[in-house]
């Protein structure tokens, strides 16, 4: 029930956040419009690994509020990610560009892994 609940009050934010019109051109503009912006991740935790006119792959270590809850509820983060945090991702990013494409490598997140590493796309 905290899952769905976790799942709602995100897309909430996701919603509001979008009702000011943003849109990016091009993957360099994720990192700032996504992850800094919407996401609201420090800079500081998020490590770039590759960067290109099509693709970012990135590694982040910031303090996540679905790790944290994942872990009161001592339930699997890919479980957990992949219910609340994975469709809102995709959702948001949609509606900033309706050629990005997200993923998660579920074999490289927390607690498992010293970060979550991301992938996002641009189809061509």
């Not at 995100?10 to 994720?30: D, H, N, Q, T």
């Not at 800094?36 to 420090?42: A, G, V």
């Not at 996540?64 to 009161?72: E, G, N, Q, V």
């Not at 494409?101 to 010293?114: A, G, L, N, T």
Request: hydrophobic letters at 40%; one cysteine or more; aromatic letters at 12%.
């Amino acid at each position: 029930m905290l899952i769905y609940i976790a799942k709602t009050v995100f897309y909430v934010y996701a919603f509001i956040w979008l009702l000011k019109r943003r849109r990016v051109g091009s993957v360099g503009e994720v990192l700032n419009t996504f992850y800094l912006d919407f996401l609201r991740i420090k800079r500081g935790d998020v490590e770039v690994l590759r960067i290109n006119m099509y693709e970012v792959v990135t590694k982040c270590r910031n303090p996540c509020p679905i790790l944290t809850l994942a872990m009161r509820l001592r339930l699997d983060t890919r479980y957990v990610c992949r219910e609340v945090s994975e469709p809102v991702c995709r959702y948001v990013l949609r509606r900033l560009n309706p050629n990005l494409v997200f993923e998660r490598d579920y074999s490289s997140i927390r607690p498992y892994s010293d970060g979550c590493v991301e992938r996002i796309s641009i189809k061509v």
